[in-house]
């Protein structure tokens, strides 16, 4: 408890520590970026302690068996629910954003894949949806499973999770359904110790990444040409993200402590046109670029403490899966946010939902 508290600090600390280093504007030809005042570190913090709202949720009412079921349940009715409008929108194309609110919040562009339509409902993009019909999928096999541990009838979940599956198909997100196809293999297989164990494992991984990128022991070029295996322009765009990384995150080591603060500093800009040069995908070069590593160490811990906590102890909590299946959707998640900005409410609630359990039981 006293760890989760001290991350819950380093995070709230992290951006007054940013606005102290980054008090001097940045001038990019006619680009002018402000230097950092007292009052930013305010309104970062305040953004910060809203977007944990949700971990405390997790952590004070889902921090049971029973909680942690509910959890898997929601996950996996809600998905089944928006593979309708889902549905609708691969036939149509994306426009119930259109239709209800008047905007779409998204570029239609990058929606259009494969001469069909990425579905995007009333998200922000066609991977929000991609990721969340990835949970809902292993939600469902592990409620399946679960439900075969129990002897009772498991064979609705197993249907809802080939349903969530197929329609994550039509989705054309190609990330997610690795990510769904994987975890899913995972968890209807494999037993509650090896799951854990890779758990463990891809969280390490998250935690470091940026140091494991930077020393070139992540497979960066085996990733592109898989993706050129399957498809030229997915490859395309995959190298164009591992480039921009690659040139965000030498530009973060020249402050790696505190980052460089908000305002868009953490960008590469043209130093003659001052147009920005660079896209930030990945949560962990945002967050790094941002806040540096204290900030890192502070957002990226409260989300993998849970499962190393849970593993040191999982000799303790019995036969279910249930646990360890929300650990496992948790660390689907964690693999999302390295090629994608996906830290959104439902990460929180998973990560404080596993805290809470480990906390409490």
Not at 31 to 46: E, K
Not at 121 to 145: D, E, P, T
Request: some cysteine; overall charge positive.
């Amino acid at each position: 408890r006293q760890i989760l508290l001290g991350l819950v600090g380093v995070i709230v600390v992290a951006p007054i520590l940013t606005v102290l280093q980054n008090t001097q504007p940045l001038v990019y030809g006619p680009t002018f970026l402000p230097g950092l005042r007292l009052y930013d570190a305010f309104g970062l913090i305040s953004q910060i302690l809203v977007s944990l709202i949700p971990f405390w949720l997790g952590l004070r009412y889902l921090n049971s068996r029973e909680g942690n079921e509910a959890l898997l349940q929601a996950l996996a009715i809600s998905g089944l629910i928006y593979t309708i409008p889902a549905l609708l929108e691969v036939r149509l194309s994306p426009q119930l954003h259109n239709w209800v609110y008047g905007f779409s919040p998204f570029d239609f562009i990058q929606q259009v894949r494969d001469g069909g339509f990425r579905p995007v409902v009333f998200l922000n993009h066609g991977l929000m949806l991609g990721i969340y019909l990835c949970m809902s999928v292993i939600s469902a096999f592990i409620l399946y499973r679960e439900a075969r541990r129990q002897e009772r009838n498991a064979f609705g979940w197993f249907v809802a999770g080939l349903w969530l599956l197929f329609v994550l198909v039509l989705s054309k997100a190609l990330g997610a359904l690795m990510i769904a196809s994987v975890f899913a293999l995972i968890v209807f297989f494999l037993g509650r110790r090896v799951q854990i164990t890779i758990a463990v494992v891809l969280a390490f991984v998250v935690m470091f990444y940026p140091m494991l990128r930077g020393a070139g022991w992540i497979p960066v070029d085996l990733a592109h040409e898989i993706a050129l295996s399957i498809d030229a322009d997915r490859a395309a765009s995959l190298k164009f993200r591992l480039d921009n990384e690659d040139a965000l995150l030498d530009h973060a080591n020249r402050k790696p402590f505190s980052g460089w603060g908000s305002w868009g500093r953490h960008g590469i800009f043209d130093p003659q046109t001052g147009r920005m040069t660079s896209i930030t995908d990945g949560m962990w070069i945002i967050i790094i670029g941002v806040y540096g590593w204290f900030g890192y160490i502070g957002r990226f811990g409260l989300l993998t403490l849970p499962i190393l906590l849970y593993a040191l102890r999982r000799s303790t909590y019995g036969p279910s899966y249930i646990v360890p299946g929300v650990i496992m959707v948790l660390a689907a998640n964690l693999v999302d946010l390295l090629p994608n900005a996906g830290l959104v409410n439902y990460v929180w609630l998973l990560a404080g939902a596993v805290a809470g359990y480990v906390v409490w039981q």
